[in-house]
């Protein structure tokens, strides 16, 4: 059972435009959700992070926002750049689940020139 | 600071042979540790994972096992690969405070398994 979904496998988008990239989840005890990118070959690294008590969040380019209601989640890039190039994976837990998250099938980003 | 380390970063195992793979952080105590795996396309699907030495939770019904023999030591093992075993596994590590803490999990390089 598939909780958290990336309905989009895969995005183009030209430098220097926003990157959206979409989220939702079907689990409404999720409280904590993550963004992480990861390049082939290599661990997913941890980019952002929002707790359900916020609606955004702010990290440089990148932003998180969550819609509690519509259960969905997104992340925001902008401007995009070329080594944004990844694949992109949410990710969400509830709290009292010992750090377990379930994780979306990703979404990759391709930022031409 | 802390860091993880995964190895080995590929291997090609016959069908029936055994598996050990080995992950260790540093820089930390009583970490939470994970195995995930992530098959051709697909997300990451976790294995299992340890809140404590010698404590140790699966998430699915498979062919592997695990082991926390160490603190900030994570070994999976199999007794007998399957066709369907390969994939990529990844180790990843979060501040073990307790069951609630709001903390983004650490994730090694992965190692690349194939099974031939």
């Known amino acids: 059972d598939q909780q958290v979904k990336q309905n989009s496998p895969s995005l183009s988008v030209q430098e220097g435009r926003i990157s959206i990239l979409n989220c939702d989840y079907t689990?409404?005890?999720?409280?904590?959700f993550l963004w992480y990118k990861k390049y082939p070959a290599e661990g997913p690294t941890f980019l952002i992070s929002?707790?359900?008590?916020?609606d955004k969040n702010e990290d440089g380019r990148f932003t998180v926002f969550l819609n509690k209601s519509a259960k969905h989640l997104s992340l925001h890039i902008v401007p995009s750049q070329p080594g944004d190039s990844a694949v992109y994976f949410c990710?969400?837990?509830?709290?009292?689940?010992?750090?377990?998250?379930?994780f979306g099938a990703g979404t990759q980003v391709v930022v031409t020139p | 600071s802390q860091t993880i380390h995964q190895w080995p970063a590929t291997l090609v195992q016959p069908v029936g042979s055994p598996l050990s793979l080995e992950c260790t952080v540093e820089?930390?105590?009583?970490?939470?540790l994970y195995w995930y795996r992530q098959a051709a396309g697909r997300g990451l699907q976790l294995l299992f994972y340890?809140?404590?030495?010698?404590?140790i939770s699966s998430e699915v019904p498979q062919n592997l096992s695990a082991s926390r023999p160490q603190d900030r030591q994570f070994i999976l093992s199999s007794k007998k690969l399957l066709l369907s075993d390969s994939g990529f596994y990844l180790c990843?590590?979060?501040?073990?405070?307790?069951?609630?803490?709001?903390?983004?999990?650490?994730f090694g390089d992965g190692t690349r398994l194939s099974i031939l």
């Open positions: 820089g930390t105590s009583n970490p939470n």
């Open positions: 990843a590590w979060k501040q073990g405070t307790g069951s609630g803490s709001n903390q983004p999990q650490h």
């Open positions: 990710a969400a837990s509830e709290g009292d689940s010992w750090g377990k998250f379930q």
């Open positions: 689990n409404s005890m999720f409280d904590y």
């Open positions: 929002i707790s359900s008590i916020k």
């Open positions: 340890s809140v404590g030495i010698g404590q």
